[in-house]
Every structure is written in structure tokens, then in C-alpha cells.
């Protein structure tokens, strides 16, 4: 019972580790391979201390236990072992990290807790409560539903009107439909329609679904009805059906979670910032606080309550308010109305006064506000992935290659919001393209000039904010404990 291994001296207790292997893989027994050395070690003196650990072995035969009676090595295996395991993670993480995180965390609610107040109380005084909602003053009509069973293509004459002679070599043909209405007053009923043929009207088919607007008159009389439009239901909702599906396909419940904060966010442009600018409202005041229920909704529903996703929402909210700063800088500066051709329509409908402008500078900022979100979270995820990846990184390394990576990122991000923005000028581009006036003058146009206010001021922000939500993200990950990350 009193045999020893030679090498204990040198190995101590990790001994055992690498002894069993062996023992094992060499198909002998313990005792045999111990002999040897046992008399070699019993020929060697001993000092008192070894003389005194003798007993140990003989109450636990193990070896590798000679100086477990002295009283400093006794813990040694403890913190030895645990830094390749998984204690060492908790037994020291728990320690100085988390006091650290906690008043990061609290920083966090401190800094936006009153944000989300203010976003909140912004909606409640800008909704239009008990207001009437906003009606044209111009009889729009009530659309009605139905389905061209017939076309011919000929003169246009009235009901009852025929056709006398040649027609005339200047005058336009006309399609005259033959259509039943499948709902509305007169569901079930045929009715006939003229419509004239001209470069800006839509071209109709047999088998077509159409709208008509219905001004309330006598069903039996077709003057009642006018051909507005084709119905489109049935098209997009197969096309937001398979969104849907890529969408939860790939991001599963991260995706689900996308998309219900997709929709929340519709709910918000459709219940709160439609009705509170047609009810006379600030237009910049309503959109800074839907952006501001949107951003909040957004991330947090679509990727948790966490420090990380907060500082993706105080880097987004900075970068609004720069964009908004500069635009209603530079729109100024360049004396833009906003009074293009749909915002004087849309003030011609309501009869009343709109502030023209300030509906310009809430469209920058909600049209901004869907880019800057991919670029906060892209660059706050490219943070904390460093952090785990190498947690030794400090905040100054972590911001120096989250900056590399957000350099690659600047550069898409400018390019879409541009080319975003461009395609929906591109109307307004072709029409002032045949003016034939110097660029000069095209690009000083107010439509044009619009679009290039809310482009660069966007692309401003975009880049604005990445180094602003890179030095939060690594200012905050490199005080997270590893855990956490």
C-alpha cells in the first residue's frame, strides 16, 4: 500500500491523469509497473516530510496525494483544473465583470427608458383624438368591383350615338367595354363603359378585373360609373405570402419575429401618422415620433431585450436626428417648398393648408430610418461577435476592427439608399430630362432637388452612423462579461 510512482515528484497530482491512459493502453496491470520503481525509491533516504506523508496513501491509494498534508498545495488543483473547464468561466466571470455590466445596463435604461417615454407621450398628444377623419373635399367615389366580359375598339360615341359616315382622321378611338359588376349596388347587373384610348390610359382586356368608382347615382345609368383601376388583391397577396415564407424559412423564429414587427410597423404608419398629418399635425413632430415606436418596435421585438440591441437603438437614434438636422438645414438653405405635384394635390384634397416642407423632411426621416436599422445592427453584431471571438480585445481594438468591417458596409448601404431613392424619381427624372435644359438647371429643379436633399442627408446619417454605433457597441461589449456576450 505504501508504493509510489518516480515521476510524483515531478508531476504531482496531474500525474493521475496521464497515468491511466497509459496503464490502460498497455494491457498490464498497475501493481506490476509500480514495483519497480517502489524498490528503487525505498533505497533513496527520505525526508522527514515524506517519511510523514506515508500514511496517505494507505487511507486513499492514489497516487499523486504524498503533499496533500501541507497546507498551501491542498487548493492548488482547484484553479489548476478549472481554467480549461467550465467552473473557471463562473467561479471568476461572476466576479469583477458583472458589477461592471450591471451599470452598463443601467446606463442603458437611464439613457433610453425616457426616450421610450417621450415616444409614447409624443403619440398621445399628436393623435387626433375625437377628431372626424380627414375626408377629400373632392367626391372620390365607392369602389365597386367588376369583371370586362366584352371590348370593341371604335369611335367614341355616346350611349345611343351612331356612327355616321367615316370617322374623322384626327379623332381618338375609344374601347367600349362590357362589364358585370360582381359587388356593390348592382352586383350581378351588366353595364356598358366607354373609354377613351390615350398614351396615359390603362389598356383593358376581356377577362379583366376592374375597379369602378360608383358616384352614388342611378345604378341602371352608366354614367354612374367609371373604370379607375384593375384589381390587384389576389397578385399581392400571393407575393407577401411567399415573403413570408422565405422570410420564416430562413430566420424561422427570428423571422416570424421580423415580420410581425414588419407588420406592427405598418400599424403605426397607417393608425397613428397618417391620421395625425391629414388632421393638421406637425408633420416632422408626428414622423419623429413614429420613427421613434417604429425603432423601438422593430429591434427590440426582432432581436430581444438586450445590451446589444439597446445600443443599436441609441446609435439609430443619433443618426436621425443628424439626418433630420441637416435636412431641414439644407432645405432651407435651398429654399425647397415641397409643394410637388402630389403635395399639391394632396392640399387641393384636403382643403386646407399643409406644412409643405415639413412634410419633405418626415419622408427623410422615415425613409431613412429602414437603412439605418440594417447598419446599427450589422455593426453592434460585428462588435460583440469580436468580443466572443477574442475576449481579450479591448474597446480600442474592438472599435478599430469594427470600423474596418463597417467601412465594407458604408459603401452598400449609400449605394441602396441612392438608388432607392433614385428609382422613385425616376418618373420626375425623365420628364425634367425633356426640358432640354442644362443639368445645371434639371438638378435645381424642386423635384429634383428633393431627392437629392433627402439622399445626401440620409447618406450623411448612414455614415454618421458608423462610427457612432461602433465606438457604443465597444465601449459597452469590452466591460460584458464573457458569458453574456
Same mark, same amino acid.
Given at each position: 500500500m505504501n508504493r509510489r510512482d518516480i515521476s510524483d515528484d515531478d508531476t504531482g497530482p496531474i500525474r493521475r491523469v496521464t497515468d491511466t491512459p497509459s496503464d490502460r493502453s498497455s494491457g498490464t496491470s498497475r501493481s506490476p509497473r509500480r514495483t519497480p520503481p517502489e524498490g528503487t525509491r525505498r533505497t533513496r533516504p527520505r525526508p522527514p516530510s515524506e517519511s510523514r506523508s506515508e500514511p496517505e496513501p494507505k487511507a486513499e491509494p492514489r497516487p499523486g496525494r504524498r503533499r496533500a498534508a501541507e497546507p498551501k498545495p491542498e487548493p492548488k488543483p482547484e484553479p489548476t483544473a478549472e481554467p480549461a473547464g467550465h467552473g473557471h468561466g463562473h467561479s471568476h466571470g461572476h466576479g469583477p465583470a458583472s458589477p461592471a455590466s450591471r451599470r452598463v445596463r443601467l446606463l442603458l435604461i437611464w439613457l433610453l427608458v425616457p426616450l421610450a417615454v417621450a415616444t409614447v407621450a409624443a403619440m398621445i398628444v399628436l393623435y387626433p383624438w375625437g377628431k372626424d377623419p380627414a375626408k377629400s373635399v373632392f367626391p372620390q367615389g365607392t369602389p365597386v368591383n367588376a369583371t370586362i366580359t366584352t371590348t370593341i375598339t371604335g369611335p367614341c360615341l355616346a350611349e345611343g350615338q351612331v356612327q355616321v359616315g367615316e370617322p374623322s382622321p384626327d379623332a381618338k378611338p375609344c374601347l367600349t367595354t362590357e362589364l358585370t359588376m360582381t359587388d356593390g349596388p348592382g352586383v350581378g347587373k351588366p353595364l356598358k363603359l366607354t373609354v377613351p384610348i390615350e398614351p396615359s390610359t390603362p389598356r383593358f382586356a376581356t377577362g379583366d378585373e376592374v375597379v369602378l368608382s360608383y358616384n352614388g347615382g342611378d345604378v341602371a345609368n352608366s354614367t354612374s360609373f367609371q373604370i379607375v383601376d384593375f384589381q390587384r388583391g389576389t397578385p399581392l397577396l400571393l407575393l407577401a405570402g411567399l415573403f413570408a415564407l422565405a422570410v420564416i424559412v430562413l430566420g424561422r423564429?427570428?423571422?416570424?419575429?421580423?415580420?410581425?414587427?414588419?407588420?406592427?410597423?405598418?400599424?403605426v404608419l397607417a393608425l397613428f401618422v397618417?391620421?395625425?398629418?391629414?388632421?393638421? %399635425?406637425?408633420?416632422?413632430?408626428?414622423?419623429?415620433?413614429?420613427?421613434?415606436?417604429?425603432?423601438?418596435?422593430?429591434?427590440?421585438?426582432?432581436?430581444?431585450?438586450?445590451? $446589444?440591441?439597446?445600443?443599436?437603438?441609441?446609435?439609430t437614434l443619433v443618426s436621425l436626428v443628424l439626418i433630420g438636422v441637416l435636412s431641414a438645414i439644407f432645405s432651407a438653405a435651398s429654399s425647397l417648398t415641397g409643394l410637388d405635384d402630389s403635395t399639391s394635390q394632396l392640399i387641393g384634397s384636403l382643403g386646407h393648408g399643409i406644412d409643405a416642407r415639413g412634410l419633405l423632411l418626415a419622408g427623410v426621416v422615415i425613409g431613412a430610418l429602414g437603412v439605418l436599422d440594417d447598419v446599427t445592427v450589422t455593426q453592434t453584431s460585428a462588435v460583440w461577435e469580436l468580443r466572443r471571438a477574442n475576449p481579450a480585445l479591448g474597446w480600442r481594438e474592438l472599435y478599430g476592427a469594427g470600423l474596418r468591417i463597417g467601412r465594407d458596409h458604408v459603401g452598400s448601404a449609400v449605394n441602396t439608399l441612392v438608388m432607392a431613392y433614385a428609382g422613385a424619381a425616376l418618373p420626375v427624372l425623365l420628364y425634367t430630362s425633356l426640358s432640354g435644359v442644362g443639368l445645371g438647371s434639371i438638378l435645381g429643379a424642386e423635384e429634383i432637388a428633393q431627392e437629392i436633399v433627402r439622399t445626401l442627408a440620409g447618406s450623411v446619417g448612414i455614415v454618421a452612423a458608423v462610427p457612432v454605433t461602433t465606438a457604443l457597441a465597444a465601449l459597452i461589449a469590452s $466591460? %460584458?462579461?464573457q458569458e453574456s456576450l
Open positions: 423564429w427570428r423571422g416570424l419575429a421580423a415580420l410581425v414587427a414588419l407588420g406592427l410597423s405598418f400599424l397618417l391620421p395625425s398629418i391629414l388632421a393638421g %399635425e406637425s408633420p416632422l413632430l408626428v414622423a419623429i415620433a413614429g420613427a421613434g415606436a417604429i425603432m423601438f418596435i422593430a429591434l427590440y421585438l426582432t432581436h430581444g431585450l438586450s445590451a $446589444r440591441t439597446s445600443v443599436a437603438v441609441l446609435g $466591460r %460584458e462579461p
